[in-house]
Nanobody, 127 residues
Framework: QVQLVESGGGVVQPGGSLRLSCAAS????????IGWFRQAPGKEREEVSC?????????AYADSVKGRFTVSRDNAKNTVYLQMNSLQPEDTAVYFCAAECDLGDYDPGPLLYFGTWGQGSQVTVSS
């Protein structure tokens, strides 16, 4: 079964950190540019980061998270991570990973699983 599964969300105080994981099954994440998106209630979906396929070797971030969030991948685990530091209440949202991204203008990868999305993971930043 082809799927992406996010995990690692939760409740954290302002200034805290969380690491989200995006684990793939049924296809190889290393072949794709993987985006992290978030959507807060009443707001439009925002792309926060993108990691290119292994072949291109790049990362890109939205200005709103630059310097605080870091995206990485572990090819052996077929997983992409989003390390989020210095979290603020405005970072509260449901976070999704997807086999697509616009940031960085990277090659998306093979068409076969392009556009696969995970189910989302809630991140709440509150004191």
């Amino acid at each position: 079964q082809v799927q992406l599964v996010e995990s690692g969300g939760g409740v954290v105080q302002p200034g805290g950190s969380l690491r989200l994981s995006c684990a793939a099954s049924g296809f190889t994440l290393a072949d794709y540019a993987i985006g992290w998106f978030r959507q807060a209630p009443g707001k439009e979906r925002e792309e926060v980061s993108c990691i290119s396929s292994v072949g291109e070797g790049g990362t890109a971030y939205a200005d709103s998270v630059k310097g605080r969030f870091t995206v990485s991948r572990d090819n052996a685990k077929n997983t992409v991570y989003l390390q989020m530091n210095s979290l603020q209440p405005e970072d509260t949202a449901v976070y999704f990973c997807a086999a697509e991204c616009d940031l960085g203008d990277y090659d998306p990868g093979p068409l076969l699983y392009f556009g696969t999305w995970g189910q989302g993971s809630q991140v709440t930043v509150s004191s």
